[in-house]
Every structure is written in C-alpha cells, then in structure tokens.
C-alpha cells in the first residue's frame, strides 16, 4: 500500500508539472505577426477597425492554416469556473471585478463569434472546419448558432434545410 501511495503521488505531481506548463507555456501554433489565431480572432470582435484590418489580414495570409485553430475555438465552451466569474463579478467593487475578469480571460461567446467571422473571412477554405461549425448550430448562445447557421449556409448552400431543422430545435 505504501508502494502504491508513493507511485499515486508522484504520479499526480509529473501531472501538475505538465498540467503547469502547458498553461504557462502553452503550445505555439500558426501566428501572424507574432499573434496567435486566437488572439486574431477576439481582434476581428474589437471596436477598433484598425484591429479588425489587421485581424482579417492576418487570416487571409494564414489561409488553411488557420482552420484547425478556428475549428477547436468554434466547438470550445467556457469551463463552469469562468462562467461562474462571469456571472458573478458584477457583485464585486470596481477594482474585484476588473481583477476577476482579467483571471477568468474573455468569454468564449466573443472568441467563438470572431472564429466564426474569421472562418467566413477564409471561405471554401474553412471547410474542414464543417463540423465544429455544425456543432455551434446547438451552442446555447443564440448569436454563435445564427452566425454558424450563416456560415453553414454560405459554405454548403444545400444545408439550409438541416440549418432550419438545427435552429427550430435549439
């Protein structure tokens, strides 16, 4: 039992070490001008046009290779602990909730709609996006299911009877 306790434990901190570094030191994907397609994507949601024309540049110039960046942010959800911060900052004084924000990081409704802009940016090349695409048609927030109904129907055009189907149900 002693044995097994000790391997348990050593086990559990190899995967806190790994765990650790991959949130510090997370893997570097396809980048243009030294940003990430994520970070591209929350800039095609800015306010600043100047954000957004280097934004949509960028996925022009990263064409394909952009896809399965976009693929995975379009089928990602928030973990409950950032929802739960979203939801409950707005109790929090000024200065808590601007801190609270920060850690919990943007929310993925915002991230998932610029990925979803930056795949109709891409076009036919977004393709092998279709079905993370097809899975944010049942996202529970109702703008990321429109734009994905928008884009489904603008990348397959005979899809929109299954795009009716999938935004009745939701």
Known sequence: AVVNRGLALALALVLLLIGLGLFFFPPRGVRYQGRSVEQLALMLRS???????IAEAGFKALGSGAVPGLAAIISRGDFALKVWIWRHAQWLPRGLQRTAYKVAGSSSRELRLGAIQA?????????????????????REREVAFDAAALLALLIPDSIPRVERALKSG
């Not at 306010?47 to 024309?53: E, G, S």
């Not at 795949?119 to 049942?138: F, S, V």
Request: aromatic share 4%; glycine share 4%.
């Open 47 to 53: 306010a600043n046009i100047d954000d957004r024309k």
């Open 119 to 139: 795949a109709r940016i891409l076009g036919r090349d977004a393709k092998p996006a279709l079905p993370a695409i097809e899975k944010a048609l049942y996202a």
